[in-house]
């Protein structure tokens, strides 16, 4: 749902001075700037003019770092207290130049923004509401003040907008591809549900984001996992994880989408366990390449449970019901199997674990965040050997492909020689000579194949069996 916050301070006060800068602009005479927004398909011109950046309020609702505000879930409820505080002002001044996977480490990419703005200047005007709220610019305003700039050119929006609309232009403006700094994955992802939310259907979302309703489906599928794990992680009762917990995983979490969708159909609970492995691997870092091995192979030979220590192993023993009522509906619907149960349970710990590892709030005890570390340490000693004893046995049976696979290709071309030579025939344009040097380079080939292929089998089959007789009956054995 839109989050509608109260005016700020001095919101009066500010809308007069507001309107005062606009009506001197108009009676300047010339030329005057303006910003064009987007209003439920209606083209709106503002009037753009200049305002003391002190006066300015960074936007409590943007979507650039919607995501991060969990990083520090107590600043975050003091910012939902009071939004245009001090205190929560410089909560967001710290989240807009901080990186979006990891809030404590300063952005590079926002010190690119201020040497833009130091060396060109202000190019773009900034977007403000008639209380002086950013509601496009927010990053350019904090760059500013650390340059020690005074003031900030910003169109105004009309009064009569909504905090539905405001949020619809913030969008609007930020997908452009023009911008300098694109919204981090997840942040995304909450706008995309926000706008489903205002009752917008799937394919106008996707046109707004500029990508297929297919992705969309994606990207709705991906955030409501995100949210479930983070539910997840807070069961039992103390910390959670937090939504800029999964940024930088956007890649892995397409994969797994895209995998388990193909795999759902088929068998359902081999595609549940498999989304359990391979959240699990993207929670514990490892990297896309590692997890793809985390596959059908991987599940049906058992690589993981062959390594799992005794403690991790038996997280999911208790007994399973064999079906669950539906409350309400008096319907009775097939259990999970003790193997998703058992799948669920291991993730459940190592995602409590991460939570507790990954707090940045005063109250979990050392002792307890020791033991947290201690159960990923392991949970990631073990999955890294199962991937790499997969790994290994997968480029063994590569390796056992290979000839089989090249002397398809080559029946396959053969096939494709028939078809050629009869055309050739036919419009009598075939180099016979070429050809009969290509047929002695295929007999040569033929007697190395029975050579090798006649070595070391005892009992070969019947097309080895065919191969040698072939050329000994050719004298070329």
Same mark, same amino acid.
């Given at each position: ?19 005062? @800068? ?21 083209? =709106?011109?503002?009037?753009? =003019? !200049? ?31 009071? %939004? ?83 949020? *619809? ?11 300098? @700094? !694109? ?27 500029? =990508? ?54 088929? !068998? ?12 699990? +691997? ?8 590692? /997890? ?40 009775? /619907? %097939? ?9 669920? *349970? ?39 050997? *199962? ?5 290994? !046995? ?29 055309? *050739? ?8 000579? +070429? ?24 009992? %070969? ?17």
């Amino acid at each position: 749902m839109v989050r509608v916050f109260p005016p700020p301070p001095r919101a009066e006060q500010f809308s007069e001075l507001i309107k005062k @800068r606009v009506e001197e602009a108009k009676a300047a005479g010339g030329t005057r700037e303006t910003v064009t927004v987007d209003r439920n398909g209606q083209q =709106i011109h503002v009037d753009v =003019i !200049d305002l003391p950046l002190s006066d300015l309020y960074l936007n409590p609702g943007t979507h650039r770092i919607r995501a991060q505000r969990s990083h520090k879930p107590d600043q975050d409820q003091n910012l939902d207290k009071d %939004p245009y505080g001090e205190a929560g002002q410089d909560y967001l001044r710290s989240l807009l130049q901080a990186m979006p996977s990891d809030p404590d480490l300063r952005d590079p990419a926002f010190d690119k923004l201020k040497e833009d703005l130091r060396e060109f200047g202000q190019n773009e005007p900034g977007l403000v509401t008639h209380h002086g709220v950013l509601v496009n610019g927010n990053t350019r305003a904090v760059a500013l003040r650390e340059l020690g700039k005074q003031s900030m050119r910003v169109g105004v929006l009309p009064p009569s907008f909504t905090q539905a609309d405001i949020d *619809a232009v913030e969008l609007a403006l930020q997908l452009r591809q023009d911008q300098r @700094r !694109d919204y981090s994955y997840v942040n995304r992802l909450i706008a995309m549900e926000e706008q489903a939310a205002l009752g917008r259907t799937p394919e106008q979302i996707a046109k707004e984001f500029r =990508i297929r309703p297919a992705t969309y489906h994606q990207e709705r599928w991906i955030l409501s996992v995100i949210k479930e794990l983070n539910d997840r992680s807070a069961s039992g009762g103390g910390v959670a994880l937090r939504l800029v917990d999964w940024e930088g995983a956007q890649e892995r979490l397409k994969e797994l989408q895209r995998l388990y969708v193909k795999l759902e159909n088929l !068998d359902r609970d081999q595609a549940e366990i498999l989304k359990e492995r391979r959240l699990a +691997a993207i929670l514990l870092n490892f990297s896309k390449t590692d /997890v793809r091995h985390i596959d059908e192979v991987f599940l049906e030979e058992g690589y993981l449970e062959e390594v799992l220590p005794a403690e991790l192993a038996d997280s999911g023993t208790a007994a399973q019901p064999e079906s669950v009522s539906i409350p309400g509906l008096d319907l009775d /619907v %097939p259990a999970a199997s003790s193997a998703v149960s058992a799948a669920r *349970a291991l993730n459940d710990r190592i995602l409590r674990a991460a939570a507790t590892v990954r707090n940045t709030t005063a109250g979990v005890p050392d002792s307890e965040k020791a033991s947290a570390q201690a159960l990923l340490d392991q949970a990631t000693e073990a999955f890294d050997k *199962a991937i790499d004893k997969h790994g290994r !046995d997968a480029r063994v049976r590569k390796r056992k492909q290979l000839a089989p696979a090249r002397l398809a290709d080559a029946c396959a071309n053969i096939d494709q020689c028939v078809i050629e030579l009869v055309q *050739a025939r036919t419009s009598n344009s075939l180099d016979e000579e +070429a050809f009969d040097e290509a047929v002695l380079k295929l007999q040569g080939s033929l007697r190395k194949l029975a050579q090798q292929a006649g070595r070391g089998i005892p009992n %070969p089959g019947d097309g080895v069996s065919w191969l040698l007789a072939a050329v000994t009956a050719e004298g070329t054995t």
